[in-house]
């Protein structure tokens, strides 16, 4: 079955500091899913990200996906608190009969100090 | 607010009794997902359905969860005999394209 690990699993930058976060898949990627998450809040929708070499960016992130290497990257320039929170990326196991669900990584906790 | 609702957001019980929480999508989408997510971790998938049709289940989805979308609207997550393992965030999602969008989750603590 796929997996996704993500790394690093934790990450502390002072505020304006650029930071990336990786996400490595077990297996062909179709369509990559990026979230944010508040602790003890539900996932918000980031980007998704279904070709490889796309890349998307909303505000200040910007998401790749590197098909070849079954791997995406977060990258958040100039860091601020609001971007700290619980960043997840999400894959469906593709195949036949797929019906849309989600496998999800581990997460990776990013704390930004003012 | 993404326009998922869950209800309640907060439930403690004790280990043996039934609980059930509801899931409210947004009304056009006719997906609907179940995920459990312990701390630490990220969601796992339990179940689906595509309008009023539960058309996977996990095998997380022990006989003791139950899971309904009667008219293909809202949905009801129902877990009998509450287990301590159990205790962890229930989130629903709801997708008419290809992006889920999450309601807030319903933290269940058994003890």
Redesign the interface.
């Known amino acids: 079955s796929q997996e996704?690990e993500q790394s690093p699993q934790s990450l502390i930058v002072q505020e304006g500091k650029n930071l990336t976060i990786n996400c490595t898949s077990s297996k062909t990627l179709y369509?990559l899913?990026w979230?944010k998450q508040k602790y003890?809040?539900?996932?918000?929708?980031l980007m998704?990200l279904q070709k490889g070499g796309e890349e998307k960016s909303h505000e200040k992130i910007t998401a790749k996906l590197d098909e070849k290497k079954q791997q995406s990257s977060l990258h958040i320039t100039a860091s601020q608190p609001s971007h700290a929170g619980i960043y997840?990326c999400?894959a469906g196991p593709g195949g036949s009969g797929n019906?849309?669900?989600?496998?999800?990584?581990?997460?990776t906790t990013l704390q930004v100090k003012p | 607010d993404t326009g998922v609702s869950q209800d309640p957001r907060h439930k403690i019980t004790k280990r043996g009794q039934n609980v059930t929480f509801r899931c409210d999508p947004i009304s056009e989408h006719n997906r609907l997902y179940w995920y459990r997510q312990t701390l630490g971790q990220g969601p796992e998938f339990l179940t689906y359905f595509q309008n009023e049709a539960q058309l996977e289940k996990s095998r997380l989805l022990s006989d003791r969860f139950s899971a309904e979308r009667p008219k293909g609207s809202f949905s009801t997550l129902e877990i009998q005999r509450t287990e301590q393992g159990d205790s962890a965030m229930y989130l629903c999602a709801s997708a008419m394209g290809e992006t889920q969008y999450f309601g807030p989750g319903t933290r269940l603590l058994v003890l």
Not at chain 1, 40 to 45: D, R, Y
């Open positions: 996704l369509g899913y979230y003890g809040e539900g996932l918000i929708f998704m997840l999400g019906t849309g669900k989600l496998i999800f990584g581990q997460g």
